[in-house]
């Protein structure tokens, strides 16, 4: 074989993961949108219900063709069943309830925080994962970039802050998810599909029990609602999550968790030319201090490290961690 061969097969694969890194980023900024068209069809829990179920769907066909097993212990899955309400059932309804009042524009960058209250807490829940001087800094601009984006200079005016409150809650608990998953789900031996499979469904049974309690069927059914909730399940959170893994898989977390900083950019860009959403200037300002801040969370000392860094969103896999295992995440990107 020529020497030119295996240099086309490399800038084959290369294409091929960044394809799909496309892909991914282009989803997770889109799954904002999605939200907010479905919310006007829908209530918000049956958005998150049915964003979930279709979820599930695609995570349980990938489960049969790959003939992969569910996790076994009563132990694993109590683990799964708070993952699920951490990271799915919890945090997709904040987004759900918070888009009712809020442009989905604010809401892409709220979920960009998520870095941030995940270095706040691994102070408290990391020990080994104390700050440098460097991710301190990162910490305090990136909370002067959120505090830009809401206008505080001018007292919060012309803002909702209940639905503000809500988007930022949601990145919360995407950061309380992801430091107990880190503790209680990385060693398991457990593949990323069988794990991500488990938390998505068990998050599908939360929120079965809960809507019915707070809503009721709606009297008609629009297509365009319920197209936005069929993708943001169907690719949103079912496929989005296996094009995570292969990337992750194959370039490793550190390039794969660049995409938490493509998301507010594709969903701002969405919102405001699909929607019509209109944006002052401090918005997309602030935008990018929060992105700036949020990367420096994310810097390592320069010592040699035993473990990558995962890439955070339902449950993400690194092969150094070994063959189709779960990895964790660490700040990262977080998922709507």
């Known amino acids: 074989m020529s020497p030119a061969a295996p240099s086309s097969a490399r800038t ?11 892909a991914l980023a282009l989803i997770w900024g889109f799954s904002f949108l999605f939200i907010k068209v479905g919310t006007e069809g ?21 489960l049969v063709v790959k003939r992969d097993r569910l ?29 009712l009042t809020i442009p989905s524009t604010l809401a892409g960058i709220c979920n960009a925080t998520t870095p941030l209250w995940g270095m706040l807490l691994s102070l408290v829940a990391l020990s080994e994962d104390r700050p440098t001087r460097v991710r301190a800094a990162g910490l305090g601009i990136g909370f002067m970039g959120v505090l830009t984006v809401l206008g505080a ?41 069988s794990l991500a499979t488990s938390q998505v469904g068990l998050a599908t049974l939360q929120l079965a029990v809960v809507t019915p309690l707070f809503t ?23 496929y989005a999550m296996l094009l995570q893994y292969g990337v992750v898989a194959e370039v490793g977390p550190t390039t794969a968790s660049m995409v938490t900083y493509f998301i507010p950019v594709i969903a701002t860009t969405a919102g405001v030319a699909l929607l019509d959403e209109h944006l002052t ?25 035993t473990t990558p860094t995962p890439l955070t969103h339902p449950v993400a896999g690194s092969r150094s961690a070994g063959a189709e295992r779960v990895g964790t995440t660490d700040g990262a990107p977080s998922r709507v």
């Not at 001018?154 to 998953?181: E, H, K, N, P, R």
């Open 216 to 238: 009721s069927l709606p009297t008609s059914v629009e297509p365009l609602p319920l197209l936005a909730v069929i993708a943001l399940g169907a690719l949103g959170t079912g």
């Open 71 to 99: 996790p076994r212990g009563a132990r694993v899955w109590g683990h799964l069943t708070v993952a699920a309400l951490l990271l799915n059932a919890l945090p997709f309804s904040l987004f759900a309830y918070a888009e």
């Open 281 to 305: 200037w401090n918005t997309p300002l602030g935008a990018v201090i929060v992105l700036a801040g949020a990367a420096l969370t994310q810097t390592r000392p320069t010592r040699a490290r």
């Open 42 to 62: 829908f209530a918000p829990f049956q958005v998150t219900f049915g964003r979930l179920l279709f979820g599930t769907v695609v995570l349980v066909v990938a």
């Open 153 to 193: 200079w001018q007292g919060f005016s012309g803002l909702d802050v209940t639905g503000t409150a809500l988007a930022l809650l949601a990145s919360f608990s995407y950061a309380v998810g992801w430091i107990y998953v880190r503790r209680t789900l990385a060693d398991t031996g457990v593949s990323h599909l």
């Open 12 to 22: 084959s694969r290369l294409l091929d993961w960044r394809v799909r890194f496309g």
